[in-house]
T-cell receptor
Framework: DTAVSQTPKYLVTQMGNDKSIKCEQN?????MYWYKQDSKKFLKIMFS???????INETVPNRFSPKSPDKAHLNLHINSLELGDSAVYFC??????????????FGPGTRLTVL | QKEVEQDPGPLSVPEGAIVSLNCTYSNSAFQYFMWYRQYSRKGPELLMYTYSSGNKEDGRFTAQVDKSSKYISLFIRDSQPSDSATYLC???????????FGDGTTLTVKP
């Protein structure tokens, strides 16, 4: 069973389009995250939701909008895609409550290419 | 100044070498120290974690923390080609929800 799954795995699209990436976790965790990893492999946190509430919102263009319909899902919608949005987007989950180390479990990533 | 600075790499070593991966940090509020490993085209996964200053050993891997110097290291003994990956140090405060990631060091172990 896949713990953290993301769809799609690959996404190739034109500049200006709107696209969504979906994430689901079956670990029963209370917190989910979106990260962006650029071509230099720097991993940067974008958003985090705890029990469907936004708790981390880093400096990210407002073209990016996360949505958490329930604790097991965190989707990322991107409007008006730009070339600089090309990256690998990772979803992760963790059990924040009572977890000292906050071990995060990552999905396989979605490789977004904007042409 | 970044809260966490990680030796940038890339690092290339022959099989069997001892590898040292290092991070420094500026925020004394960090209490929990972790190392994640990321294989190519995969998500990162937790490799080791530690809380106190000192060494923690797990097989060929040793995590070292020096809180007085704000310095953490991951040592890999008898490195293997299967250790080739990007290693990220990750630090967390006692009450903060956010974990702070280093920029990662890419290691290649050549047979």
């Amino acid at each position: 069973d896949t713990a953290v799954s993301q769809t799609p795995k690959y996404l190739v699209t034109q500049m200006g389009n709107d696209k969504s990436i979906k994430c689901e976790q079956n670990l029963g965790h209370d917190t989910m995250y979106w990260y962006k990893q650029d071509s230099k492999k720097f991993l940067k946190i974008m958003f985090s939701y705890n029990n469907k509430e936004l708790i981390i919102n880093e400096t990210v263009p407002n073209r990016f909008s996360p949505k958490s319909p329930d604790k097991a899902h965190l989707n990322l919608h991107i409007n008006s895609l730009e070339l600089g949005d090309s990256a690998v987007y990772f979803c992760a989950s963790s059990q924040l409550a009572g977890g000292l180390y906050n071990e995060q479990f990552f999905g396989p990533g979605t490789r977004l290419t904007v042409l | 100044q970044k809260e966490v600075e990680q030796d940038p790499g890339p690092l290339s070593v022959p099989e069997g070498a001892i590898v040292s991966l290092n991070c420094t940090y500026s925020n004394s509020a960090f209490q929990y120290f972790m190392w994640y490993r990321q294989y190519s085209r995969k998500g990162p996964e937790l490799l080791m974690y530690t809380y106190s200053s000192g060494n923690k050993e797990d097989g060929r891997f040793t995590a070292q923390v020096d809180k007085s110097s704000k310095y953490i290291s991951l040592f890999i003994r008898d490195s293997q080609p299967s250790d080739s990956a990007t290693y990220l140090c990750v630090l967390r405060g006692a009450n903060a929800g956010k974990s702070t990631f280093g920029d990662g060091t890419t290691l290649t172990v050549k047979p």
